[in-house]
C-alpha cells in the first residue's frame, strides 16, 4: 500500500518579510513568493533586542514577502529567532496562482515597539541582507517595493558592513551596495559609520 504525501497543513507556514525572505538566511522549505494585505513593515526597537529589526502593523497596505513551511509545526526554532515577536495568525496572497494561504507573521507587540534610535540603530548589513532575498525572490522592481512600502526611514542606520552586526548578514557585491545606498539617499536616511 503506498501512502499519501503528507499535506502542508495550513497553521504550519509564515509569511516572512524581512531577513526572513533571503532564504540564505534559513533552511524552511517550499517557499513561495506572496503578498500580505492589510498590514505595512515598519522599522522598530524593542528593549528585548541591542538593534532594531523590521516589524508589521495592521495599516491599509500590503507588502511582499514569502511563505514557508515549517516542518512538522515545530516552531520552537523560529520562534526563538523572532523572540521580540508574536505569532499572529494571517491569510496572504500567493503570487503564483492568487489564491489564499493561512499562515502565521511575527510582529513587535505595540507595548514592547519604539521607533529606533542612537542606541537602537537599524544595521546597514541588516538591510543589505533583506534587499538581497527581496532581488532575489522579486527583481529590481520588488525590492524597490520594499522600500516603498517601509515605514520608518528615519531611523538611524548604522553603516557595520565592514564587521557586520547583524548574525545572518550575507556577502555583498559592490552592485547591491551601491543599489542600496542609492535608494537610501533617495529616502533621505542617515547612515553613520560604526
Known amino acids: 500500500m503506498s501512502q499519501a504525501k503528507p499535506r502542508i497543513m495550513q ?6 518579510y524581512g531577513s526572513l525572505v533571503n532564504r540564505a538566511t534559513h533552511d524552511f522549505p517550499q517557499t513561495r513568493p506572496a503578498r500580505l494585505e ?15 529589526y523590521l516589524s508589521v502593523e495592521k495599516a491599509e497596505n500590503e ?11 515545530d516552531w520552537a526554532a523560529l520562534d526563538a529567532r523572532e523572540r521580540a515577536y508574536d505569532r499572529h495568525p494571517i491569510r496572504a496572497v500567493l503570487h503564483s496562482c ?13 507595548s514592547h515597539a519604539a521607533p529606533p534610535d542612537v542606541t537602537h540603530p537599524v544595521l546597514l548589513s541588516y538591510i543589505d541582507t533583506v534587499v538581497q532575498g527581496f532581488l532575489d525572490l522579486f ?3 520588488g525590492a524597490e517595493r520594499f522600500f ?9 542606520i548604522l553603516n557595520d558592513r ?8 550575507q556577502a555583498s557585491d559592490a552592485w ?10 533617495a529616502l533621505s536616511a542617515q547612515v553613520h559609520e560604526a
Open 139 to 141: 527583481g529590481e522592481a
Open 11 to 16: 497553521d504550519r507556514q509564515f509569511f516572512g
Open 63 to 73: 507588502i511582499d514577502g514569502l511563505v514557508a513551511h515549517v516542518p512538522g509545526a
Open 176 to 185: 547591491l551596495r551601491g543599489f542600496v545606498d542609492a535608494h537610501l539617499r
Open 162 to 169: 565592514a564587521t557586520p552586526r547583524y548574525p545572518r548578514a
Open 148 to 156: 516603498a512600502t517601509t515605514a520608518g526611514w528615519h531611523a538611524p
Open 98 to 110: 492568487g489564491s489564499d494561504a493561512a499562515a502565521q507573521v511575527y510582529a513587535v507587540p505595540q
Open 38 to 52: 492589510g498590514w505595512r513593515r515598519v522599522w522598530v526597537h524593542t528593549n528585548l533586542r541591542p538593534v532594531a
